[in-house]
Nanobody, 127 residues
Framework: QVQLVESGGGLVQAGDSLRLSCAAS????????MGWFRQAPGKERDFIAR????????NYADSVKGRFTISRVHAKNTVYLQMNSLKPEDTAVYYC????????????????????WGQGTQVTVSS
């Protein structure tokens, strides 16, 4: 089992920055990829960024590319999401997720392909 705990959310103004953290514990030794997703009220949970644990390679949704940066620190089993130039449309609950299986061709934008999830942290951006 793996436990994921997010932190760092809050209320900010448009243009501000926030850094989210997601600390993983438990059986993390075979982590393949970790991702960040977000869910706005009344909307589906959407992919925004992921990082491959071994290589550090990253992917981003178009909506956050150039503003958000995902990173990880192996020694802390922690992944971060640095969010700059925040907009009101970034308001959502942000979730981190972990996939442990390295299967070729899996859609890593799909929530169903992640094994573990955190409880979420609220980010609210006022205009």
């Amino acid at each position: 089992q793996v436990q994921l705990v997010e932190s760092g959310g809050g209320l900010v103004q448009a243009g501000d920055s926030l850094r989210l953290s997601c600390a993983a514990s438990g059986r993390t030794f075979n982590t393949y990829v970790m991702g960040w997703f977000r869910q706005a009220p009344g909307k589906e949970r959407d992919f925004i960024a992921r990082i491959y644990w071994s290589s550090g390679f990253t992917n981003y949704a178009d909506s956050v590319k150039g503003r958000f940066t995902i990173s990880r620190v192996h020694a802390k089993n922690t992944v971060y999401l640095q969010m700059n130039s925040l907009k009101p449309e970034d308001t959502a609950v942000y979730y981190c997720a972990l996939r442990s299986r390295d299967d070729y061709g899996v859609d890593l934008n799909a929530i169903s392909n992640y094994d573990y999830w955190g409880q979420g942290t609220q980010v609210t951006v006022s205009s």
